[in-house]
């Protein structure tokens, strides 16, 4: 470590005060500051894989892989790091990297941990669900439809609490997709490596609920999914096409941001037909992708010790608020039926998850956001929540531009003579005297 930065670590002890001399485990940005010098060190060797302190090293035969060693081994030693050798594998076929299995085929789960998720037992408390599923969406990328299957399980979680030991009523739904999870993983998909000499493709489609992609490489009569490299983009919407093509001069500085996004992956975007776009279009059609899910057995609780809600129903509004039948429950809602939509009331406790739920869809502005929800649900003063909502969005303000446009102060120049410039102050309205309720100061520059 560097000396001025020694006394940042200092410790107490009962035996005097100590410092380390080598960054430790612990420090705020230790992680980072690891990852940052593993990246320098190996800058330039595409055959390495770095993540933090494990390097992993692919090599086509072992003449090659002699050679990537003492390339990586060369590197290592003029950054002065230092390996364990008991903890280093060389020339093997296959090996465990971070929870995977990697070999020539591909990567897959690492088998002993599918075994462990696998023999887990049924959770009894929401503890034990969110450990489970936690352990599970670990391989979220080979497993199919993954939101939609684990729908029924995230319902039971319930409101975020820490150590919540409530205990779960499982039901034949929830049962079915507990072992559902289970028997995709053990099936699991298997990841292929990208292939140089293979044509590579992006398939993309949208919905007005989700969007879906898939990354395919071409290996004999079938396309396989693998992981990143450079490919084409497949998109049914044809005028996107044309992004690359056009004149900058005619973009927006919005357009113009994310082209160069794209263009740092690829500048190849060819259209296809809906009908065709069959991969995407169906991962684009699951029903709800987000786990922050509307309950309506919720929204029907939380009314009931709604204080605006009780006041609205008192007062004499612009809305009509009648209790109503939600379709095919048993719930019962107050909604606004005054215009041809009928829209629920949302209460304070749900009104960010009804945010979260449109604007991340594809995060639009203030005003398109106010329309999108507005025109579903209601409750008071919403406009100025939604505005407040939208201005907090980390994700838009990463990736708009606001423009904020201010006067300059106003300058005098320094006058030459007395009289140039004369200001006059109002003051007033003060108490009548002589018939008169303001004062005037001038000032003579």
Same mark, same amino acid.
């Given at each position: 470590?560097?000396?001025?930065?020694?006394?940042?670590?200092?410790?107490?002890?009962?035996?005097?005060?100590?410092?380390?001399?080598?960054?430790?485990?612990?420090?705020?940005?230790?992680?980072?500051?690891?990852?940052?010098?593993?990246?320098?060190?190996?800058?330039?060797?595409?055959?390495?894989?770095?993540?933090?302190?494990?390097?992993?090293?692919?090599?086509?035969?072992?003449?090659?892989?002699?050679?990537?060693?003492?390339?990586?081994?060369?590197?290592?030693?003029?950054?002065?790091?230092?390996?364990?050798?008991?903890?280093?594998?060389?020339?093997?076929?296959?090996?465990?990297?971070?929870?995977?299995?990697?070999?020539?085929?591909?990567?897959?789960?690492?088998?002993?941990?599918?075994?462990?998720?696998?023999?887990?037992?049924?959770?009894?408390?929401?503890?034990?669900?969110?450990?489970?599923?936690?352990?599970?969406?670990?391989?979220?990328?080979?497993?199919?439809?993954?939101?939609?299957?684990?729908?029924?399980?995230?319902?039971?979680?319930?409101?975020?609490?820490?150590?919540?030991?409530?205990?779960?009523?499982? @039901? &034949?739904? %929830?049962?079915? =997709? $507990?072992? *559902? /999870? +289970?028997?995709?993983?053990?099936?699991?998909?298997?990841?292929?490596?990208?292939?140089?000499?293979?044509?590579?493709?992006?398939? @993309? &489609?949208? %919905?007005?609920? =989700? $969007?879906? *992609? /898939? +990354?395919?490489?071409?290996?004999?009569?079938?396309?396989?999914?693998?992981?990143?490299?450079?490919?084409?983009?497949?998109?049914?919407?044809?005028?996107?096409?044309? =992004? $690359?093509?056009?004149? +900058?001069?005619?973009?927006?500085?919005?357009?113009?941001?994310?082209?160069?996004?794209?263009?740092?992956?690829?500048?190849?975007?060819?259209?296809?037909?809906?009908?065709?776009?069959?991969?995407?279009?169906?991962?684009?059609?699951?029903?709800?992708?987000?786990?922050?899910?509307?309950?309506?057995?919720?929204?029907?609780?939380?009314?009931?010790?709604?204080?605006?809600?009780?006041?609205?129903?008192?007062?004499?509004?612009?809305?009509?608020?009648?209790?109503?039948?939600?379709?095919?429950?048993?719930?019962?809602?107050?909604?606004?039926?005054?215009?041809?939509?009928?829209?629920?009331?949302?209460?304070?406790?749900?009104?960010?998850?009804?945010?979260?739920?449109?604007?991340?869809?594809?995060?639009?502005?203030?005003?398109?956001?106010?329309?999108?929800?507005?025109?579903?649900?209601?409750?008071?003063?919403?406009?100025?929540?939604?505005?407040?909502?939208?201005?907090?969005?980390?994700?838009?303000?990463?990736?708009?531009?606001?423009?904020?446009?201010?006067?300059?102060?106003?300058?005098?120049?320094?006058?030459?003579?007395?009289?140039?410039?004369?200001?006059?102050?109002?003051?007033?309205?003060?108490?009548?005297?002589?018939?008169?309720?303001?004062?005037?100061?001038?000032?003579?520059?």
């Amino acid at each position: 470590m560097h000396e001025e930065d020694k006394q940042k670590t200092a410790i107490i002890t009962p035996f005097g005060l100590f410092q380390f001399n080598f960054m430790t485990f612990g420090l705020r940005n230790a992680t980072q500051t690891t990852q940052r010098l593993m990246d320098n060190a190996l800058q330039g060797l595409d055959f390495c894989f770095v993540y933090i302190d494990d390097i992993l090293i692919a090599s086509s035969s072992l003449e090659e892989h002699l050679d990537h060693l003492k390339q990586v081994f060369d590197r290592l030693r003029k950054f002065d790091l230092v390996l364990n050798r008991d903890k280093c594998v060389f020339a093997v076929e296959n090996l465990s990297f971070l929870g995977h299995k990697i070999d020539k085929y591909g990567i897959t789960p690492l088998p002993k941990k599918v075994e462990a998720i696998s023999n887990f037992p049924r959770p009894k408390t929401v503890q034990d669900l969110r450990r489970f599923l936690g352990m599970l969406n670990f391989f979220p990328r080979f497993l199919p439809q993954v939101s939609q299957k684990q729908l029924p399980l995230q319902k039971m979680l319930g409101k975020c609490k820490k150590r919540d030991k409530t205990p779960l009523n499982w @039901t &034949d739904q %929830s049962g079915q =997709a $507990f072992q *559902d /999870c +289970i028997n995709d993983l053990k099936e699991a998909t298997r990841l292929a490596h990208p292939n140089s000499n293979a044509a590579i493709i992006l398939t @993309t &489609d949208a %919905s007005d609920r =989700a $969007f879906g *992609d /898939c +990354i395919q490489q071409r290996e004999g009569d079938s396309w396989k999914p693998l992981e990143g490299t450079k490919f084409t983009i497949l998109t049914d919407h044809k005028p996107i096409t044309y =992004a $690359f093509s056009q004149k +900058i001069q005619k973009l927006s500085p919005r357009q113009i941001n994310h082209l160069n996004f794209i263009a740092q992956f690829t500048v190849d975007i060819k259209h296809i037909s809906g009908k065709e776009n069959v991969v995407a279009d169906a991962l684009s059609r699951i029903e709800s992708i987000s786990t922050y899910l509307l309950a309506y057995e919720d929204i029907a609780r939380s009314q009931q010790d709604d204080e605006e809600l009780d006041l609205l129903i008192k007062q004499s509004t612009s809305l009509t608020l009648q209790k109503l039948q939600v379709p095919n429950t048993d719930v019962m809602l107050y909604c606004d039926i005054s215009t041809q939509v009928i829209r629920p009331y949302i209460p304070k406790t749900h009104r960010y998850q009804v945010f979260r739920n449109l604007h991340y869809l594809a995060h639009p502005g203030v005003r398109a956001t106010v329309r999108l929800i507005c025109s579903r649900f209601v409750w008071p003063k919403m406009e100025q929540d939604i505005f407040n909502f939208t201005r907090s969005c980390i994700s838009c303000q990463k990736s708009k531009i606001f423009r904020h446009v201010h006067s300059p102060l106003a300058e005098f120049k320094v006058p030459n003579q007395r009289f140039v410039h004369i200001n006059i102050d109002l003051i007033g309205p003060l108490a009548l005297s002589q018939g008169l309720s303001r004062s005037s100061r001038d000032e003579n520059m």
